[in-house]
Every structure is written in structure tokens, then in C-alpha cells.
């Protein structure tokens, strides 16, 4: 009976010890993955809003020099209404991957 209750221990606590060890593993790959994807993310959240920025300036101009052509106007407010979507996306993804999981994007308000 003790041999019994001695094998039992002995696979409880290997058992034990191996999900430890992939829970600390699992803590290592979670903590890489952040610091690959956090600096990866950020970057190109920041060049998505300057390439969007750069639309609505570009977009400014086009509407400056149309000179009243009406199809120029419209082009220009198509654009500009079209950065303004995609910055509005651009928070947005960030929003959802904050609520996803925030330890992979570092500053979620």
C-alpha cells in the first residue's frame, strides 16, 4: 500500500514540477512575443497616421488648386474623408488589441 501511495506522489509531483516549468516557459514566450510585436506594432501605427496625415495634406492641396473644377473637389473631399476613416480604423485596431490582450501593446488607456 505505502509503494502504491509512494508511486502516486512521485508521478504527482514530476506532474506537478512539468507544469511549472511550462507555465514559466509559456511566461518566457509571452514576454518575447512582447517584445517583438510592442515595437513592430508601434511603428507601424505611427507610419499608418503620418501616411494618413500626408493624405489629408495632400488631399488640402488638390482641393486648393482645383481652380472650381467640380470633379477635383470631389476627388479632394473623397480623399480626405478616406484619411479620415483610416485614421479612425488605425485607433480603433489599437483599442481592440488593447482589450484583446494589453500586456502585447504597452500604453492601453
Given amino acids: 500500500m505505502t509503494k502504491k501511495i509512494f508511486i502516486f506522489l512521485l508521478l504527482f509531483s514530476l506532474i506537478f514540477l512539468e ?16 517584445s ?11 507610419l499608418a497616421i503620418v501616411f494618413f496625415i500626408l493624405k489629408i495634406i495632400w488631399a488640402g492641396f488638390v482641393y486648393l488648386f482645383s481652380a472650381g473644377e467640380v ?26 488589441l488593447c482589450f484583446i490582450n494589453p500586456t502585447l501593446t504597452i500604453g492601453c488607456y
Avoid at 516549468?21 to 512575443?33: D, G, H, R
Avoid at 470633379?71 to 481592440?96: F, Y
Fill in 36 to 46: 517583438i510585436f510592442s515595437p513592430l506594432f508601434y511603428f507601424l501605427v505611427r
Fill in 71 to 96: 470633379t477635383k473637389i470631389g476627388e479632394a473631399r473623397e480623399m480626405i474623408v478616406d484619411a479620415i476613416v483610416g485614421i479612425a480604423t488605425v485607433l480603433l485596431i489599437i483599442k481592440i
Fill in 19 to 34: 507544469a511549472k516549468a511550462v507555465s514559466e516557459i509559456s511566461q518566457k514566450v509571452i514576454s518575447n512575443l512582447q
